[in-house]
């Protein structure tokens, strides 16, 4: 027999037996989980069976229902989840179970959360700092602390040199590039480089641009001191201290 | 000095094989070169709600941008970015707020929010800007490439190594967003530029497209279709043979100079929603 237990700071308040029938979870002393706490809306959150499978759904509740840890509108249980309302916890706890329902056991596994939804603010800031931190160590890269910079080697362009400081830097005759290419024959967009989380990526235009020699295949990342050559132009790719 | 181009656009949206209704919405604006998706969620019909306003509102800012370039902006500048992006990321900080404001006046939607994916094009230059799961891809010269990291925690993980690309495909947190129109008062929103070439092929979906579909298949798709109209209806068809696990929409864009894809063009402005 299946049965949810509710928890408030380790202590259980209540225990209900899970049959066919929702369980629903509120301020609402008609709840068949009530919860007298502020932080808990009245109609919060309900659990039922559906396809073999046991479910909770937040109830358009002020404050969230949170499986273990991670807000969610709609989500499958299984035996010790935590589900968190205010603070207080309900746990399925099935471990008293009989095997599972036939139909439960044929099911595919199907994915838990199955309703789109958003992280939690909390839960993201949480993730995010966790990125940072990584992204700390990344920022060891020395290439973080320098200017990348174009300068050219061959060829007419407006300038002999460009610092590259937008996300986009366009190699071209077009009016809209930043690497300006002169002269009859020079392609509107010949390259371009786009500026990614982990570095720059030299990518084709009207030409295929070479880097080192060799004609490059999908966007390619820049390495420091890398050579780039398209139609008559060849400039370096430095980061400039 | 630049060749006239043509844009062979195409769109399609289907509510899938599992699902009853169709939270996405979309919006072609070929007078401005706008086109946009949005995949919403919430209960009941809150998703369509958030998705239909969410695209309302970005093409209504940008045409009102077009007019009259007063217009006020929206959430932090970004100097890196062409005026015009950080125009496109404007819109869909209004939406945010917008869908934000909405969702607080009607406690029944409280939470609704949607993705958003949009391509603005100047000429050639492609202002792209994104929030959530639905992707941009670009095929060029046979290459299907990304343009859009998505903003959903399997794929966070992924991108800071806590998470191999193999496990992210079996996750069971694969519908978990870090970021959405709507759920909070504000939204950081990713915003890019690239350049487009002549034959390029520009496709916007949302995730009912891209989790039944694989790359490999898009891209062929893509590289065979007679149109872009064509294009999005053989994607369409292919996610639902695949399951159509969930809403599915696409938006083609292809690039050329000729007027090969003529049907295509001249179906013009189509646009819908929900």
Request: aromatic share 4%.
């Amino acid at each position: 027999m299946s049965r949810l237990v509710l928890k408030f700071e380790g202590t259980d308040l209540k225990e209900v037996p899970l049959g066919n029938a929702p369980v629903t979870i509120g301020r609402a002393p008609d709840n068949d989980i009530p919860i007298d706490n502020l932080a808990v809306s009245n109609y919060h959150a309900r659990i039922y069976v559906e396809a073999g499978s046991l479910v909770v759904e937040d109830l358009n509740s002020l404050n969230g229902t949170f499986l273990n840890d991670l807000r969610v509108e709609r989500a499958m249980l299984k035996d010790g989840d935590a589900v968190l309302i205010g603070k207080h916890h309900v746990v399925l706890d099935q471990e008293h179970d009989a095997a599972p329902p036939a139909d439960a056991m044929r099911k595919a596994p199907a994915p838990r959360v199955n309703e789109t939804m958003v992280l939690d603010t909390q839960e993201r800031r949480n993730m995010l700092e966790q990125a940072a931190a990584i992204g700390e160590r990344s920022q060891l890269y020395p290439e973080r602390l320098r200017v990348p910079t174009l300068t050219v080697l061959r060829g007419r362009t407006s300038q002999k040199e460009y610092q590259l400081a937008g996300k986009l830097t366009v190699i071209g005759s077009s009016s809209m590039a930043t690497v300006r290419l002169r002269g009859w024959f020079a392609p509107n967009v010949a390259a371009q480089i786009n500026k990614h989380e982990d570095g720059y990526y030299l990518g084709r235009g009207d030409r295929v641009p070479k880097i080192n020699g060799v004609e490059i295949g999908g966007p390619t990342k820049l390495n420091d001191g890398d050579v780039i050559e398209v139609g008559r132009v060849r400039l370096t790719f430095v980061y400039r201290t | 000095m630049n060749p006239p181009l043509r844009i062979d656009s195409g769109a399609r949206t289907d509510v899938g094989c599992v699902r009853t209704n169709n939270e996405d919405s979309y919006q072609v604006e070929p007078q401005i070169n706008l086109y946009i998706l949005s995949d919403g969620m919430g209960g009941e019909s809150h998703g369509e709600v958030a998705s239909a306003l969410a695209v309302q509102t970005v093409v209504t800012h940008c045409r009102e941008a077009v007019e009259s370039p007063a217009t006020p902006m929206f959430g932090d500048l970004k100097p890196e970015v062409s005026e015009r992006t950080n125009r496109l990321a404007s819109a869909i900080h209004l939406a945010n707020t917008k869908v934000y404001e909405t969702a607080v006046a009607n406690s029944e939607q409280k939470g609704m929010g949607a993705t958003v994916v949009a391509a603005w094009l100047d000429g050639q230059r492609l202002s792209l800007a994104h929030v959530g799961d639905s992707r941009a891809y670009l095929l060029r010269a046979g290459m299907l490439e990304q343009l859009t990291a998505d903003h959903s925690l399997v794929a966070e993980k992924v991108r800071i190594g806590i998470l191999t690309p193999q496990e992210a495909e079996t996750s069971e947190w694969q519908s978990v967003l870090t970021r959405a129109v709507g759920p909070q008062p504000d939204v950081e929103v990713d915003a890019d530029e690239h350049m487009l070439v002549l034959g390029d092929t520009l496709l916007l979906c949302s995730d009912g497209l891209n989790r039944m579909v694989t790359d490999p298949e898009i891209a062929s798709t893509l590289l065979t279709a007679t149109s872009a109209q064509a294009a999005a209806d053989r994607l369409v068809e292919l996610a639902n043979e695949n399951g159509g696990q969930d809403n599915i929409t696409v938006i083609v864009l292809h690039l050329s100079t000729k007027s090969q894809n003529v049907f295509g063009w001249l179906k013009g402005r189509r646009k819908t929603s929900g």
